[in-house]
């Protein structure tokens, strides 16, 4: 029985996926430079060869775990951002939906976290370069979001910040080191990941209260 094309191209985004997820959990495991294409065959269970099907490269691969990444974010926040809220009401849900990504795709979000300092501190990246160039200008779209909303609360006085730029970098900041203390626990709840959201959330956006 042959398979159409919508099937098949359904099946390579599934593998595709599949691997993207593998790679995370790899690179959060055993860093950015240590994961290997082997690590991530282990850990789908299958060959190399099944990876290399679907991607060139480590590097290819990082990029698409970054991307993956970005759109977790963007998935859990854009919504928000479209709402009739108040800023600091809206700011407020974008950083506690902010820390429920992280948590909840921790393995993406520590991934780039370690993988894009080694990239921009290590060897020259060639053609690569580029595509890293507009991974961090999505990064900073994303920032931009925040920032949109601190100007906003600047404006309509629920904000008090000196300084929108330094206050959309700070938060960003605070809010992404959750994936340096963060750790996934198997008795951990939802309820329990929200809470250590909510909690984190608060604690950050209440400073910038006036």
């Not at 009739?84 to 993406?108: G, W, Y």
């Not at 309509?156 to 340096?180: E, K």
Request: charged share 20%; net charge neutral.
């Amino acid at each position: 029985m042959n398979v159409s094309d919508p099937e098949l191209t359904a099946r390579q985004k599934n593998n595709r996926q599949q691997i993207i997820q593998a790679a995370a959990v790899c690179f959060m495991k055993y860093g950015l430079e240590k994961a290997t294409v082997d690590h991530m065959a282990s850990e789908l269970g299958s060959t190399k060869g099944r990876v290399y099907h679907h991607f060139a490269s480590k590097d290819e691969i990082f990029f698409a775990v970054y991307r993956q990444a970005m759109q977790y974010c963007f998935d859990a926040v854009l919504p928000i951002v479209s709402r009739p809220l108040p800023a600091h009401t809206k700011l407020l849900a974008m950083a506690q939906a902010h820390s429920r990504v992280m948590m909840d795709t921790l393995p993406f979000q520590r991934s780039i976290r370690q993988g894009v300092n080694s990239y921009l501190h290590g060897p020259e990246l060639g053609a690569d370069r580029e595509v890293l160039n507009q991974l961090i200008a999505r990064r900073n779209e994303y920032e931009g979001l925040y920032r949109a909303v601190l100007q906003m609360g600047l404006e309509d006085g629920t904000l008090s910040v000196p300084d929108v730029a330094i206050a959309g970098r700070a938060i960003m900041g605070a809010l992404n080191s959750l994936v340096d203390w963060y750790r996934v626990r198997p008795e951990q709840s939802q309820a329990d990941r929200t809470q250590i959201a909510d909690t984190l959330a608060k604690t950050i956006i209440n400073g910038i209260l006036p």
